[in-house]
């Protein structure tokens, strides 16, 4: 089971983000990825598209999406 690393406890699966689809940028300067989340109480995924610096430095968010229900 994966710990949290805020709280060191235990979280389910649905609880862990996915990060997925990352592509650089054409000038290898930035990286972006599709960060996806569960809401549980929703029933729904929440995706969002984050981009990083290539060196690992600015990490800020670029855009949000979220899912009616769960792909079964």
């Known amino acids: 089971m994966p710990i949290s690393p805020k709280?060191?406890?235990?979280v389910g699966a649905?609880?862990?983000p996915v990060r997925s689809g990352a592509v650089m940028s054409a000038d290898g300067r930035r990286i972006a990825y599709?960060?996806?989340t569960v809401d549980e109480?929703?029933?729904a995924y929440h995706?969002?598209?984050w981009t990083i610096d290539?060196?690992?430095?600015?990490?800020?968010?670029?855009?949000s999406v979220r899912d009616?229900?769960?792909d079964r």
């Open 47 to 49: 995706r969002a598209i």
């Open 41 to 43: 109480d929703a029933d």
């Open 34 to 36: 599709v960060l996806t």
């Open 7 to 10: 709280q060191g406890e235990p």
């Open 14 to 16: 649905c609880q862990v």
């Open 54 to 63: 290539a060196d690992g430095g600015t990490l800020s968010p670029a855009a």
């Open 68 to 70: 009616r229900g769960r």
